[in-house]
């Protein structure tokens, strides 16, 4: 006979990737790497974390917990550091400024799946950071620090029938957020973002047919307009 024992923890998989692009004055790079170690234990439970080197430094971790047996509903904790650059145009088109962004935080959410097909989610997140001239003139903007903290929910639902090709069927992807004070955001906000994409086969021509619509509303205390 023959006894199979199982192993008390799922496979690991390893990640690289490079990019190269070109950033108006000289060709730039990012190196990336991520780890992910499946069935962490019992239930399923999904580690993953990963870094960046070059222009674009970063490191992240996120742990995926699914809460029962049947693999329905999950727990998803998420931090990340990282630092980009962005830049700052006049209204000719010419460059003026470039910015370095550094941020770091963390989010926590509950999560239902929804079949083989979607997945619903709501949670928290807190995230802070600063911004500074790196390049271009230094008066011209003064370097400052931001909080964020929002309470957000968020629905994917993906039926096509391919990944790469698609010929049938159609995705969703809607957001809705909001920054609280009490959560540590420094301004009040509400945000919604919804993206779709509808896949339609007649004989031999297949149409593709993508939106993507966003909205958001700013509120702010007579002391923070002050």
């Known amino acids: 006979s023959v006894t199979v ?3 008390p923890r799922g496979p690991q998989y390893l990640q690289l990737g490079a990019a190269v692009f070109e ?19 019992r239930l399923g439970g999904e580690l993953r974390a990963g870094a960046q080197f070059g222009q674009e430094p970063g490191l992240f971790a996120e742990w995926h917990q699914p809460l029962d047996p049947g693999l329905r509903w ?6 990340s550091l990282g630092e980009r650059a962005t830049s ?3 209204d000719d088109g010419s460059r003026v400024m470039e910015l370095a962004l550094r941020r770091g935080g ?3 959410a509950l999560g239902r799946e929804l079949g083989a097909w979607g997945e619903a989610r709501a949670g928290v997140l807190r995230d802070g950071g600063s911004v500074s001239v790196q390049t271009g003139d230094p008066a011209a903007m003064a370097d400052g620090v931001f909080d964020t903290g929002e309470a957000f929910a968020r629905l994917f639902i993906d039926e096509l029938d391919s990944v790469t090709f698609p010929r ?5 992807r809607v957001r809705a957020a909001a920054g609280l004070e009490a959560l540590g955001s420094d301004v009040a906000y509400e945000q919604f973002e919804a993206e779709g994409t509808l896949a339609v086969t007649r004989g031999r021509l297949t149409a593709l047919l993508r939106g993507w ?4 509303l ?8 002050e």
């Open 5 to 7: 024992r199982e192993a």
């Open 168 to 172: 049938s069927g159609h995705l969703l």
């Open 213 to 216: 619509a966003a909205t958001c």
């Open 88 to 90: 700052v145009f006049d």
């Open 218 to 225: 700013l509120y702010t205390s007579d002391a923070a307009d």
């Open 74 to 79: 999950f727990i998803h904790l998420r931090g």
């Open 23 to 41: 950033d108006y004055e000289s060709p730039n790079f990012n190196v990336a790497v991520a780890w992910t170690r499946m069935a962490v234990n």
């Open 106 to 108: 963390g989010e926590i």
